[in-house]
Nanobody, 130 residues
Framework: QVQLTESGGGLVQAGGSLRLSCAAS????????MGWFRQAPGKEREFIAK???????????YYIDSAKGRFTISRDNAGNSVYLQMDILKPEDTAVYYC????????????????????WGQGTQVTVSS
């Protein structure tokens, strides 16, 4: 059974940085994608970034436009954790951040929909003050 646990959220001033972590267990898939999403109050959950392995081979990460140049998704060598480094944070980045996993085939800019992911973490709150 796949389990995901996020950590690293908190309160930061605009322009600051945070690094979110997603610890994963029970990942048996040779083709999988781990993604980061966020949900602000009163808004729908939105995709931020993903990192994909196809037959164990890592693929280039994919980001939404608002994250490009500010956020970086990465994983540890053991493949048990995925990270989201967030720099130059803005008040509009305030949200609950979630990591998720899917075993769908997700090349390039695919698999950005919430419904395509079947396992989610509990979320971690990020608050950016102005």
């Amino acid at each position: 059974q796949v389990q995901l646990t996020e950590s690293g959220g908190g309160l930061v001033q605009a322009g600051g940085s945070l690094r979110l972590s997603c610890a994963a267990s029970g990942l048996p898939f040779k083709t999988l994608t781990m993604g980061w999403f966020r949900q602000a109050p009163g808004k729908e959950r939105e995709f931020i970034a993903k990192i994909t392995w196809i037959n164990w081979a890592p693929q280039p990460p994919y980001y939404i436009d608002s994250a490009k140049g500010r956020f970086t998704i990465s994983r540890d060598n053991a493949g048990n954790s995925v990270y989201l480094q967030m720099d130059i944070l803005k008040p509009e980045d305030t949200a609950v951040y979630y990591c998720a996993v899917t075993d769908l085939y997700c090349p390039r800019d695919t698999c950005t929909a919430v419904t395509q992911y079947n396992t989610w973490g509990q979320g971690t709150q990020v608050t950016v003050s102005s």
